[in-house]
């Protein structure tokens, strides 16, 4: 109860919220409460995903562990063939490498075509999976439908990223050993000067990886959650990652039959385009410079800035999760 007072309206309140019971129970609804639960709600599903996820052993070793396995293969198979040949030696020692290389290199693997492959095959059987599996009756009735689809790409992104961190580790360590082997220079020499480039380069590569993971996430798993079938989810996602390749030329033919050359600025509105420039903007410090020969020798120059790209992946990753979101809150899952 709140006690009396007898002036006014403003003084009856700043008296309701002194009361003993009213305090506490303000202090108990509070917005540090909702932020701790949510993140604790979060947390949860995250380490419930994880779980899930890596428990397909079979899946995600063939799929995502086969980064780091097969460069660790590789390099023991380099190491005793430097080890035995002499040749191969003096071959590999006529070059210099840089550990900075080595490592940040890793990063480029998300985004060429057999790390693309592998990746939408295993988003799609992940999303798909839970239809077959029948899970997602188990747990959409206790969740949020938007928690379950954000933290699902999340945590595949993550498990993306400890991968790769993974793979460029045994990289630099394993070219450093081969180095050894063959006599073979093996810098830069490390300063804090070197560190500071390097983490920034680092990390730098690893957001432009993390965010292609999820823009090829999203192709998979708008496909498997519309067809509901891992087979059809890898074929759709696979088919949409490589039309996004083909619009260049789409465009290019477009422009040359209907003699209409601006047509071909909308590539630099695709994903694929954009991911390329801020990779160069990252590497070389400068816009990715777009030259299309036309006819009677026009060319189509153009190039963009690192804020326009920045914009334009973050516009197609919240695209994709937002329609995946929304076909998964439309279909009837319990049924």
Not at 65 to 86: G, K, N, Y
Not at 236 to 258: K, M, N, R, T, Y
Not at 303 to 328: E, K, N
Request: hydrophobic content about 55%; proline content about 3%; some cysteine.
């Amino acid at each position: 109860m709140c006690p009396k007072s007898s002036g006014g309206w403003s003084k009856m309140m700043s008296a309701c919220m002194r009361s003993p019971v009213s305090a506490r129970l303000w202090k108990n609804i509070s917005w540090q409460s909702f932020r701790k639960e949510g993140r604790m709600v979060g947390l949860d599903l995250f380490r419930a995903e994880w779980t899930k996820i890596t428990g397909h052993r079979w899946v995600v070793g063939c799929l995502i562990w086969i980064f780091p396995i097969a460069a660790f293969l590789l390099l023991v198979l380099m190491a005793v063939i430097l080890a035995l040949v002499d040749s191969a030696r003096t071959e590999f020692a006529s070059q210099s490498y840089l550990w900075t290389e080595q490592m940040i290199g890793v990063w480029s693997v998300p985004r060429d075509i057999f790390g693309r492959l592998l990746l939408v095959g295993f988003t799609a059987v992940m999303f798909a999976g839970e239809y077959q599996w029948g899970t997602w009756k188990n747990t959409v009735p206790r969740h949020n439908r938007v928690a379950l689809i954000t933290v699902k790409f999340a945590t595949l992104g993550v498990l993306v990223l400890v991968t790769f961190v993974i793979m460029s580790i045994i990289l630099g360590l394993g070219v450093g050993v081969l180095t050894m082997i063959s006599g073979a220079d093996y810098g830069p020499r490390i300063t804090t000067d070197v560190l500071a480039d390097f983490a920034g380069d680092y990390l730098l590569q690893m957001a432009l990886a993390f965010t292609a993971t999820l823009i090829l996430a999203g192709y998979a798993a708008l496909a498997a959650m519309l067809t509901r079938s891992i087979l059809g989810g890898i074929l759709i996602g696979l088919g949409l990652s490589f039309l996004e390749g083909l619009i260049p030329v789409g465009l290019f033919l477009i422009a040359l039959f209907l003699d209409f050359p601006t047509v071909l600025h909308l590539s630099r509105i695709f994903p694929a385009y954009n991911l390329a420039n801020i990779s160069e903007w990252i590497i070389n410090g400068k816009a990715l410079e777009t030259t299309i020969p036309f006819r009677d020798g026009e060319q189509i120059i153009y190039s963009d800035s690192l804020g326009f790209s920045l914009a334009m992946t973050t516009l197609w990753v919240v695209l994709l999760v937002g329609l995946t979101i929304y076909f998964f809150r439309r279909q009837d899952i319990t049924s």
